[in-house]
Nanobody, 120 residues
Framework: QVQLVESGGGLVQAGGPLRLSCAAP????????MGWLRQAPGKEREFVGT????????VYADTAKGLITISRDNDNNPVYLQMNSLKPEDTAVYYC?????????????WGQGTQVTVSS
């Protein structure tokens, strides 16, 4: 079992930046695919972006390209989601997820989520 803990959420003004972190205490994430997803009120959970830990390769949702950066430390934890030029429609609960078998299946582990609220 992998415990994922997100942090960094909060209230931010439109146009501002915010950086979220995802840590897995006591676990090595080197072989994982790490993803960020979000769920706004009344909407389905949607993909934000992902990173392959070993290679640092990232994939971003089309709507997020140019606005976000996902990165990770060189030595395991944590994974970061840097968001810039935030809009009120970015308000959502943001989740970190881990896939232990990249390319084989979906995410095996999920964090509890962190609330991001963007004020206009």
């Amino acid at each position: 079992q992998v415990q994922l803990v997100e942090s960094g959420g909060g209230l931010v003004q439109a146009g501002g930046p915010l950086r979220l972190s995802c840590a897995a205490p006591g676990r090595i994430l080197r072989n994982y695919r790490m993803g960020w997803l979000r769920q706004a009120p009344g909407k389905e959970r949607e993909f934000v972006g992902t990173i392959i830990w070993n290679t640092g390769t990232t994939v971003y949702a089309d709507t997020a390209k140019g606005l976000i950066t996902i990165s990770r430390d060189n030595d395991n934890n944590p994974v970061y989601l840097q968001m810039n030029s935030l809009k009120p429609e970015d308000t959502a609960v943001y989740y970190c997820a881990a896939d232990s078998s990249p390319g084989v299946g979906g995410y095996d582990y999920w964090g509890q989520g962190t609330q991001v609220t963007v004020s206009s």
